[in-house]
């Protein structure tokens, strides 16, 4: 698919959106199945270094700081465990330090050991050091999602500091170093936040695919008010117009790349009740349930509203006693 055609099919709606999402539907039925995987997801600490302009967890903000302890995470997986997951995802801020490195290592050793090595977990800490990376495999990690959020590095820096901390070749360099360590990659993009254009949504799409990824997980821009980037509404896509957007992003997504996992991102069900349900529909696999306590919840405050979801996915055929590995990376390792 060429650019140009991309740019087309990014702006699909009525019948020919319709036809858009059936088409990335049946791949996905035909190269992935039917399941879609069921994870549970614990936001484990809201302590972030970084200063993403549209992030409601960025360093400068008054956000009352947690990290769960060690025991009460695993409590929290074993009790998944017992009610049939089988897959995890640990999801932070990004801290680079010694005691968080070695408090992932010890949740992941501990999980491993407890459940015979039978959950399989993601996780999503942010840019880490090679030698962290390896610690955290070595200790029982499987999957890793690390965003680029735009492959344009303008645009990057229009939505982080212009410093070394929040470097774009840095970001690339860690998702490198996840593919040499063997984790299954994912990566993915934020859509519809300011001065973003459809050109750039279109190659974001081809770049995404250059990376060989085995899972993708994008979603949304949700503007918050206590972020640098909410002073832009006049450049803002509508809340229609960004759920329409990443629809059809995950189904040229699903269309190029067949074979991968797609995550149903949270953030889509804030743009429209049926958002979830409407990327599972499109071409999305992978869904996510959040079993972060709910006293916490609140304080994982990416975006407004993102706490106050109901569950809203009939008619879908949920797996949750799957380790849902990527097919991809089964086949890029010789596993199948
Ligand atoms: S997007 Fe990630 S790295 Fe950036 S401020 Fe938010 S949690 Fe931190």
Known sequence: MQLHDLENLLLSKGSQQHLLHQKADAIKRQSVGKNIYNRALIEVSNICHKNCYYCGIRKN???????LSKELVVDLALNAYENGFRSLVLQSGEIQSSPFTHYIASILKEIAIRTRQNMHVTLSCGEQTRQ?????????AHRYLLRIETSNIGLYHKIHPCDQLHAF??????????KELN???????????PFQTIKDLAKDILFLKSLDLD??????????????LWNHPSILFSKPERLDLTLNTISLLRILCCDINIASATA???MA?????AALSAGANVFMTNLTP???KSQYDLYPGKNSMALNTPNFFFCINDWGDSLHYLKRNNQI
């Open 61 to 67: 903000t008054d956000l009352l700081r947690y990290q």
């Open 132 to 140: 962290t990376l390896q610690e955290w495999k070595q200790s029982g």
């Open 169 to 178: 070749e840095q970001r690339l360099e860690t998702l490198k170093h996840l």
């Open 183 to 193: 984790y299954q990659v994912g990566s993915g993009i934020l859509i519809g936040f």
């Open 215 to 228: 899972m993708i997980g994008l979603g949304p821009y949700i503007e918050h008010p206590d972020t640098p």
């Open 268 to 270: 889509l069900e804030v």
């Open 273 to 277: 009740p049926h958002g979830r349900s």
């Open 294 to 296: 709910d006293m916490i």
